[in-house]
């Protein structure tokens, strides 16, 4: 199969790249000027320059592929720009479905995230609840308007989609904020614990990989969604794991939650003036989102695309040793 990803140069898009290099298909990957393409060089893996927010170069360089997967997204919790989530993450979303309408594809497999469903009623939720009333980041909320975008074309225009909703990513390489917080923890950074009984749900990014490449390849599940995440657990427990592997304290001062949110509120405020981000990651987003927590059964992908999840704990592993502990 021929297939057109939009874009395989961040975190998760590497760890795709190198699991579909094992494969058949052929991959051409979508990529900034800017963006580092030595891992798809190496892998052999052809690349066109474009941006999924120029809808001209994607018609440029769509004709020919028989599915899409499509990766685009800012994500961050705090950008100096705040125009950037609704480029890319709407806009960007559909100049990407609207191409592939036009190219006829056979199907189109939008990776989204867990986030967009906010907080349901029902807990653990599942593929089939409604999203709950808020999003607890512009992340999540621009997110959650492609997504619409996306299903709204698939319902009134036939567009063949599939959509992956991961939880928190894990693994190797990764220097987002979930990197982040192990790496300060690890070298002794992190003055103080926060929230640490919220519930979250997490996965190994070669988890997402595979999900990704099995809902391609799965026969009969256009119109299909797949939440992806292994199990839940709380920021005291994954401190926990990461003091265990490393041997780094954790700190035994917790911040009350509303102070938390304070500091997240001042530290942001900064942030937006002087347009570096928010100290200890604090901003504003990613705390309501730590907060809130995002509590879902990932079961289905194990059951309709045979998905067989990475302990966290190899996960967390995985990751610190691909870090450079000081």
């Not at 500091?263 to 942001?268: E, G, H, I």
């Amino acid at each position: 199969m021929k297939v057109f990803v939009t874009v395989a140069t961040g975190f998760m898009g590497t760890h795709l790249a190198r699991r579909m290099a094992q494969t058949d298909h052929e991959l051409t990957c979508l990529v900034r000027k800017t963006s580092d393409v030595s891992t798809l060089r190496a892998l052999k893996i052809p690349t066109i320059t474009g941006d999924v927010t120029d809808r001209a170069s994607l018609v440029r360089s769509r004709p020919g592929h028989d599915a899409v997967i499509n990766l685009a997204n800012v994500y961050d919790f705090w950008v100096p720009d705040k125009r950037v989530c609704q480029d890319v993450n709407v806009e960007g979303t559909r100049n990407v479905m609207e191409t592939a309408l036009m190219f006829d594809v056979a199907k189109v497999v939008h990776v989204s995230t867990s986030l967009i469903y906010g907080k349901p009623v029902e807990c653990p939720f599942t593929e089939d609840c409604e999203p709950g009333p808020v999003r607890f980041s512009a992340y999540a909320q621009t997110k959650y308007e492609g997504d619409q975008i996306a299903w709204e074309l698939h319902r009134q225009q036939g567009l063949p989609l599939v959509a992956i909703y991961p939880s928190g990513v894990l693994g190797p390489d990764d220097h987002k904020g979930t990197g982040r917080h192990v790496e300060n923890l690890a070298n002794g950074r992190l003055p103080v614990t926060v929230f640490n009984e919220s519930v979250l749900t997490f996965v190994h990014v070669r988890d997402v990989a595979e999900a990704i490449l099995r809902a391609l390849e799965k026969g009969g599940n256009i119109g299909e969604k797949y939440l992806v995440g292994a199990r839940t657990i709380t920021f005291n427990e994954i401190n926990s794991i990461i003091s265990a592997i490393t041997g780094a304290s954790v700190p035994k001062i917790q911040l009350p939650d509303a102070m938390v949110m304070l500091n997240a509120r001042l530290l942001t405020a900064i942030a937006d003036v002087t347009k570096r981000p928010p100290l200890w990651d604090m901003s504003l987003d990613q705390m309501r989102t730590m907060k809130e927590g995002f509590d879902f059964d990932g079961s289905k992908a194990e059951r309709e695309l045979g998905l067989t999840y990475t302990p966290l704990r190899t996960a967390y592993e995985e990751a610190i040793a691909s870090y450079q502990m000081e």
